[in-house]
Each structure stands twice: as structure tokens, then as C-alpha cells.
């Protein structure tokens, strides 16, 4: 038994949720607890160069046991939770032997597979939840827990032949910042996967393009009972402006590979409003369309409401791990095997999102993604069976075992 389970139940409850409005780094200082706790950990276990920078990215190194010409191999996890939902004061619950029905959350929520079929799989093990007042933490304080247990099973088991493993736990993935300031050079491996994906036999080499759209639409204020011809009210032209965006093409009406443009915030007064958009595409071209259609439709507005009534600021964030992994698929045929030898059924699954990975891949670090066993990540409804955290752990060791061979 490797017990990431019991590692992710005392995790969860350090409040590592990330701040977009932060411009620090790490963005909330409950990060850098976690990474400390970590890296008191990684030296317990003999790891004597684990250290946190003072950006609060952690990295440890487990010297190769055999001589050779073996590959480095890296594993990395973010430390950070979702600002979606908060992750203050988390109180995790297990669920021992599922039995199938439902699970009750808090008052009034209820974890149901009617609601969430997948449930059914996991019947007789135990599931981890949250209370229902928070998300769990899952995501992916899961994968930092895996890559913990099976560095502590190679510290105990010197008899288990390996090269040099490098670890890493990076803060603020959930808000696109996770490898900014990573040194991949000194990091040192040859190739790295993140833990970081979602259900149990989960492998993904392919993510979405990604960019940021902030909307700002400029009004006037005219008192209402002098308004008449002189009035323009930055709330409606920025609701026209929403409604102008293909309604089939949200995050959820979609799915696979296709593409969505999602609103996920919407403020304003008759004097000024703002809409803050993602944008996601599988396939370049269709992601540079979908750019275009943004500020097609402010140009479209500022003819009919005067020039400088919306303007479009969109930023690149993150692009398709796939251009950079495609001469470099025997990355992925290691983890499909180590998932075989471990009873997995391997499910290649594309990204419907962003990991660390995505970003590390265009700075020079091949990195595909690995399930860590989760579901419902950002919310309430966040669960993680631990049988498959444990399977998890299983690839992480089959992996560092397979290179040597």
C-alpha cells in the first residue's frame, strides 16, 4: 500500500486556492505553506535536495540507483486549487465500500449517480469527497500526493532499480501562471509527466489552444428622464455584444474536440461594462477564427454605437501540446505500458483545458498528462476513489522501473 490517500486527506486541508487579481508569485500565501510542508516531507524521506525557491516552486531530485545511460525523467504536480470554489476550511469525507447510491455532500447536495453515471464504477471502493461547502482539492493535490507516495516507496526500496527521477510542484496552474517562471534547464530531465488528469486510465498528449478575452464596453450616463437620443448604456450594448457569439458553441453545448468561446464574468454600470471570455480550440486555424470572430463582433458594434464603444484585449495563455509531442510519441507508448502492466485500460483523452504540461512542452520539456483518478474537478461535486489514486502511483513507479529496461 502506497496510502496517497491519507497524504491528499491532510493536503486538502491547506487553503491553496490561487488569485487571479494577485500579481505575486505564488498568487496566495497558503501555497507557499503547502510547498513548505512538502519539502519537509521530501527530506524526511532522505531526498536531501528538495528545496522551495522563493517563487514557492518546489524540486527535489532522487539520484539513479544504476549505472547506464538512462533517461531523466521528471513528474510534476501543481500545488494550487481552483478559485472557482472556495478551498477554505475543506473537510474531506470517505465513503467506505460505495455501495452504489447516492452520497450525501451537506444539507441539500447530494453526489448522485443519476446525475453522475461514473459513479457506478467505483462501487466497493472508497470515494473522497468534500463536504459540500467547498471543492475538494483534487485538482491536483491528488497528483502531488501520488508523486509523494511513490517517492517515498523508492527511498524504502532501494532494491527497485532506477535512473534520476526529478519532481517538481509548481503553483498557480488554475490561473494559467503554473511554469512562468520554471527553469527547465535546470530542472534537467529529458522528458516529464504531469499528474494532473482526470479518471482512472486517462493519458493525453493533446490540449487546447487557449487565450484570454477581456470586452470592455464604454457607455454614457444621462439621467433616464433626459435620455432620449443621448443615453448609451454599456450593460445592454454589452449584452448584444454576448448575444452575438455563436449560442451552440458554449462549454455547454460542447464536447471532444470541439471548440467554445465561455463567459465566466460580467460586470457594469450604464457607464462602463466588462466581459471577461475564455477561448478554446483543439485545431490552430479554428482557434485564430475564433479570435477574429471577437473582434469582428466589436467592430461590428462600434459602427453602429461609435468608434471606441467596445474594445477587445485578447491574450494568448496556452497552445496544443500535440505539434510538439508528435515526433516524440514514444514518450507516451512509456506510459501506455507502464498503464498495461498496472491492469489499466488506457483511454487517450484530449485535454478539454490546460496543465502545466501544455506550456512545458513548447519550453522545451515533453510532457503528456496522466489521470490521477478525480472527477468533477473545480467544484462541489469533486470526488477521487482511492483505488485509483493507488493505480496512479502504479504508473508512476511502472514508468521509472520501464526506462531502465
Known amino acids: 500500500m502506497y496510502y496517497a490517500a491519507q497524504r491528499l486527506l491532510r493536503y486538502?486541508?491547506?487553503?491553496?486556492?490561487?488569485?487571479?487579481?494577485?500579481?505575486?508569485?505564488?498568487?496566495?500565501p497558503g501555497q507557499k505553506v503547502l510547498a513548505k510542508v512538502l519539502v519537509y516531507e521530501l527530506k524526511d524521506m532522505g531526498i536531501e535536495g528538495a528545496a522551495m525557491d522563493e517563487k514557492g516552486y518546489v524540486t527535489a531530485a532522487i539520484p539513479a540507483n544504476i549505472t547506464g545511460k538512462i533517461p531523466t525523467v521528471g513528474f510534476i504536480a501543481h500545488m494550487d486549487t481552483s478559485p472557482e470554489v472556495s478551498g477554505t476550511d475543506v473537510k474531506p469525507r470517505l465513503t467506505e465500500d460505495y455501495d452504489g447510491g447516492d452520497i450525501r455532500l451537506g444539507e441539500g447536495l447530494v453526489l448522485s449517480p443519476k446525475e453522475f453515471p461514473h459513479l457506478k464504477d467505483y462501487i466497493n471502493d472508497t470515494i473522497i469527497t468534500a463536504s459540500g461547502d467547498t471543492l475538494l482539492g483534487a485538482d491536483d493535490k491528488a497528483g502531488v500526493s501520488e508523486i509523494m507516495s511513490a517517492a517515498e516507496y523508492l527511498t524504502k526500496h532501494p532494491e527497485v532499480k532506477h535512473g534520476t527521477v526529478k519532481i517538481a510542484f509548481t503553483p498557480d496552474e488554475e490561473i494559467g501562471r503554473g511554469?512562468?517562471?520554471?527553469?527547465?534547464?535546470?530542472?534537467?530531465?529529458?522528458?516529464?509527466?504531469?499528474?494532473d488528469g482526470g479518471p482512472i486510465g486517462e493519458l493525453s498528449c493533446e490540449n487546447f489552444n487557449a487565450a484570454s478575452c477581456e470586452v470592455t464596453v464604454h457607455g454614457r450616463?444621462?439621467?433616464?428622464?433626459?435620455?432620449?437620443?443621448?443615453?448609451?448604456?454599456?450593460?445592454?450594448?454589452?449584452?448584444?455584444?454576448?448575444?452575438?457569439?455563436?449560442?451552440?458553441?458554449?462549454?455547454?453545448?460542447?464536447?471532444?474536440?470541439?471548440?467554445?468561446?465561455?463567459?465566466?464574468?460580467?460586470?457594469?454600470?450604464?457607464?462602463?461594462?466588462?466581459l471577461a471570455y475564455i477561448i478554446r480550440d483543439f485545431d490552430r486555424v479554428n482557434f485564430e477564427k475564433r479570435k477574429q470572430v471577437m473582434i469582428a463582433a466589436a467592430e461590428t458594434l462600434n459602427k453602429k454605437y461609435g468608434k471606441g464603444t467596445v474594445e477587445v484585449a485578447i491574450k494568448d495563455q496556452y497552445y496544443n501540446m500535440k505539434e510538439k509531442l508528435e515526433d516524440k510519441m514514444y514518450i507516451v507508448d512509456i506510459a501506455k505500458k507502464a498503464m498495461e502492466e498496472a491492469g489499466i485500460e488506457v483511454k487517450l483523452t484530449p485535454i478539454r483545458g490546460g496543465t502545466d504540461g501544455a506550456q512545458l512542452s513548447y519550453m522545451g520539456l515533453p510532457t503528456p498528462n496522466i489521470f490521477t483518478g478525480g472527477h468533477n474537478f473545480h467544484g462541489r461535486f469533486e470526488y477521487i476513489p482511492?483505488?485509483?489514486?493507488?493505480?496512479?502511483?502504479?504508473?508512476?513507479?511502472?514508468?521509472?522501473?520501464?526506462?531502465?529496461?
Open 12 to 28: 486538502v486541508k491547506y487553503d491553496t486556492q490561487s488569485d487571479e487579481r494577485s500579481s505575486d508569485c505564488p498568487s496566495s
Open 179 to 195: 511554469v512562468d517562471l520554471f527553469d527547465v534547464k535546470d530542472f534537467g530531465a529529458d522528458f516529464a509527466y504531469t499528474m
Open 221 to 274: 450616463s444621462i439621467h433616464p428622464g433626459d435620455a432620449k437620443d443621448k443615453m448609451k448604456n454599456a450593460v445592454l450594448i454589452a449584452s448584444e455584444y454576448a448575444l452575438m457569439l455563436p449560442p451552440q458553441e458554449t462549454p455547454a453545448h460542447t464536447e471532444r474536440y470541439q471548440g467554445f468561446y465561455h463567459i465566466d464574468h460580467f460586470e457594469g454600470t450604464v457607464e462602463r461594462a466588462q
Open 386 to 405: 482511492v483505488g485509483s489514486m493507488e493505480k496512479a502511483v502504479d504508473v508512476i513507479l511502472n514508468i521509472i522501473k520501464d526506462i531502465c529496461k
